[in-house]
């Protein structure tokens, strides 16, 4: 199964930007959806935005307008570049893949990275 790797994470300041990068080991085209989540200390895991092959494209409402999803589909990557950060954004950010309904019933699975810390703080 297709396995996740994200880099780019780190401590900004307030009103500063970060580029998260997620590269997948296989071709993600036309298999699966790609996006990334986020995860803040005491708070479940939320959606961030994702992007599907045909890049049609699901971003959350807290970070619309400051953070753009990209897929390259020909690199098996996946970007998030995050303008004006806040405090409140300050999480783990995962890279997902899930896969569509067509591949789900043919066994295929979602899969995680194992998450790179954004931390925004002065």
């Known amino acids: 199964q297709v396995q996740l790797v994200e880099s780019g994470g780190g401590l900004v300041q307030p009103g500063g930007s970060l580029r998260l990068s997620c590269v997948a080991s296989?071709?993600?085209?036309?298999?699966?959806?790609m996006g990334w989540y986020r995860q803040a200390p005491g708070k479940e895991r939320e959606l961030v935005a994702r992007?599907?092959?045909?890049?049609?494209?699901d971003i959350s409402d807290s970070v619309k307008g400051r953070f753009t999803i990209s897929r390259d589909n020909a690199k098996n990557m996946i970007y998030l570049q995050m303008n004006n950060l806040r405090p409140e954004d300050t999480a783990v950010y995962y890279c997902n893949a899930d896969p569509t309904s067509w591949y789900k019933e043919r066994g295929y699975v979602e899969v995680w990275g194992q998450g790179t810390l954004v931390t925004v703080s002065s």
């Open positions: 296989e071709n993600t085209f036309g298999i699966y959806t």
């Open positions: 992007k599907t092959s045909g890049h049609v494209t």
